[in-house]
């Protein structure tokens, strides 16, 4: 399956951005950001009987509702400036077109993750100083069929999971005529102000030693509702009050990959689990949920090498480390003297760790619950969306994406780990009494975890299934 670009233009604000908003500065949380981009690709089927004329179409569409959008959104019309700040020069946002030698369904009936980021306008790396470099970047993939995959990597020096959603959301609305407004909130610079440098260099020393050098494999277990909830009652049987989707994947997730960190190694290593934990719901503001900005903070759970890894005791652990993230510490948090309550969070995570030694760490992130889903510019809502995928990459860290399913009730694990670990990760058999490996989207992610290898699409079962009559 081949993509081919075939035009590339620059999308301007339909307004010029006053002069007194020429350079937004960073607040103080984006500057533990080390990755340059937020990669995130939503798949359209095409439902209507049109074809490629008609997904180009769609594409001129796109762009007005961009251009608008980008008027409200000022910042993400300009370039990197340096790493405090964005210069708003209202030079727009990188749009390009490609069609897709293939159809949409095909694609996703086993989806290559060496081919997902070829829907992207750039290549999420490590290696690249984005300086310099635009803060909004659009690829609209068109397949034969109608079908579009519209791809985005906006920085994240800006945007961190929700706020991606909240321009995703405005410019969504935009393109369909919607009645609700979706307007950004650029107060993050006076709620968390930037006073120096420290934490950004303290991060970019922690960035550091995180990256492995190697070849990277990524694959997607899917959680169904039923795995979950068989999930949380093993965990609660043993104690643990009212456990969330997303503590009994990431501790099981955590759990086996451990495992497999031990076997490929020969040793077992101490470990711990950090988690990017997402502050807005935690700010006491009527307007936090369109705060734009990299308002999260890292939660930091931690396994001995000697430990005993019962599913449930990780539990505990990934719940005692977010909990510690609560509404009294982003309050001290903000304001002039918020570096201070920001300093002892990261001293006693040192504190742990430094005790430890050489630890073996496993990040991840969670964009459940934030709505991709729902993104609708006209056509009707997505039927699959996937963001950072590592596959191949040479240097990389070992993350886990958690994404909803379609339905919202289930889960799907986005892991990146050195190739050696992967192969034995794949295969344990206790992750695989919950999680399918790499089903086909078009079954949502709904069907298996109900056994090893179960809920595994076959071609016949897809076609018999399959709700893309015409892409």
């Known amino acids: 399956m081949e993509t081919k670009i075939i035009s590339k233009e620059n999308i301007k604000p339909s307004s010029p951005t006053p002069s007194h908003l020429n350079t937004f500065d960073f607040?103080?949380?984006?500057?533990?950001?080390?990755?340059?981009?937020?990669?995130?690709?939503?798949?359209?089927?095409?439902?209507?009987?049109?074809?490629?004329?008609?997904?180009?179409?769609?594409?001129?569409?796109?762009?007005?509702?961009?251009?608008?959008?980008?008027?409200?959104?000022?910042?993400?019309?300009?370039?990197?400036?340096?790493?405090?700040?964005?210069?708003?020069?209202?030079?727009?946002?990188?749009?390009?077109?490609?069609?897709?030698?293939?159809?949409?369904?095909?694609?996703?009936?086993?989806?290559?993750?060496?081919?997902?980021?070829?829907?992207?306008?750039?290549?999420?790396?490590?290696?690249?100083?984005?300086?310099?470099?635009?803060?909004?970047?659009?690829?609209?993939?068109?397949?034969?069929?109608?079908?579009?995959?519209?791809?985005?990597?906006?920085?994240?020096?800006?945007?961190?999971?929700?706020?991606?959603y909240t321009f995703m959301k405005a410019w969504s609305n935009m393109a369909r005529g919607a009645e609700e407004v979706v307007y950004p909130n650029f107060t993050a610079p006076s709620l968390f102000p930037a006073k120096g440098s420290w934490l950004r260099d303290t991060f970019m020393v922690l960035g550091e030693s995180l990256l492995k050098e190697g070849k990277c494999r990524t694959k997607r277990f899917v959680f169904g509702p039923d795995a979950i909830s068989r999930l949380r009652d093993r965990a609660e049987s043993n104690g643990v009050q009212r456990p969330t989707r997303v503590e009994v994947v990431s501790s099981l997730i955590w759990k086996c990959a451990m495992a497999a960190t031990t076997e490929a190694c020969g040793i077992q290593k101490p470990s711990?689990?950090?988690?990017?934990?997402?502050?807005?719901?935690?700010?006491?503001?009527?307007?936090?949920?369109?705060?734009?900005?990299?308002?999260?903070?890292?939660?930091?759970?931690?396994?001995?090498?000697?430990?005993?890894?019962?599913?449930?005791?990780?539990?505990?652990?990934?719940?005692?480390?977010?909990?510690?993230?609560?509404?009294?510490?982003?309050?001290?948090?903000?304001?002039?003297?918020?570096?201070?309550?920001?300093?002892?969070s990261l001293q006693e995570m040192g504190e742990i760790t430094g005790s430890i030694g050489a630890i073996e760490n496993y990040g991840f992130s969670s964009w459940c619950k934030m709505g991709f889903y729902e993104i609708d510019f006209g056509w009707g809502k997505p039927i699959w969306v996937t963001g950072v995928v590592a596959e191949g990459a040479p240097v990389f860290v070992k993350f886990v994406t958690l994404m909803d399913t379609k339905s919202g009730e289930g889960i799907e694990a986005w892991v990146n780990l050195d190739e050696s670990e992967m192969e034995i990760l794949q295969k344990n058999q206790e992750l695989l009494s919950y999680a399918s490996l790499d089903p086909s989207p078009l079954l949502n992610g709904e069907i298996g975890a109900l056994g090893a290898g179960l809920g595994q699409a076959t071609d016949q079962f897809v076609k018999e299934i399959n709700p893309l009559q015409t892409a």
């Open 272 to 344: 711990s689990l950090t988690h990017w934990v997402n502050l807005r719901p935690k700010i006491k503001s009527n307007f936090s949920n369109h705060l734009i900005g990299n308002i999260v903070w890292v939660s930091n759970a931690v396994c001995l090498a000697s430990d005993e890894t019962p599913l449930h005791s990780l539990v505990n652990r990934v719940r005692e480390s977010i909990s510690k993230i609560n509404v009294e510490f982003v309050e001290k948090a903000q304001g002039d003297e918020g570096s201070f309550a920001m300093q002892k």
């Open 27 to 164: 607040c103080a949380l984006d500057q533990i950001i080390v990755s340059p981009y937020v990669p995130i690709i939503l798949y359209y089927p095409n439902n209507n009987g049109d074809n490629s004329n008609h997904a180009l179409q769609r594409s001129e569409v796109l762009k007005k509702s961009l251009s608008e959008t980008l008027t409200w959104f000022y910042p993400l019309a300009g370039t990197i400036k340096n790493d405090l700040s964005i210069d708003c020069n209202d030079i727009g946002a990188n749009y390009i077109v490609a069609l897709v030698r293939g159809r949409l369904d095909e694609f996703l009936r086993h989806p290559d993750h060496g081919l997902i980021n070829t829907f992207l306008p750039c290549e999420p790396s490590f290696n690249k100083s984005s300086i310099g470099n635009r803060v909004t970047n659009v690829q609209v993939n068109i397949f034969e069929c109608g079908g579009i995959a519209i791809g985005l990597c906006s920085s994240h020096k800006i945007l961190d999971g929700a706020a991606v």
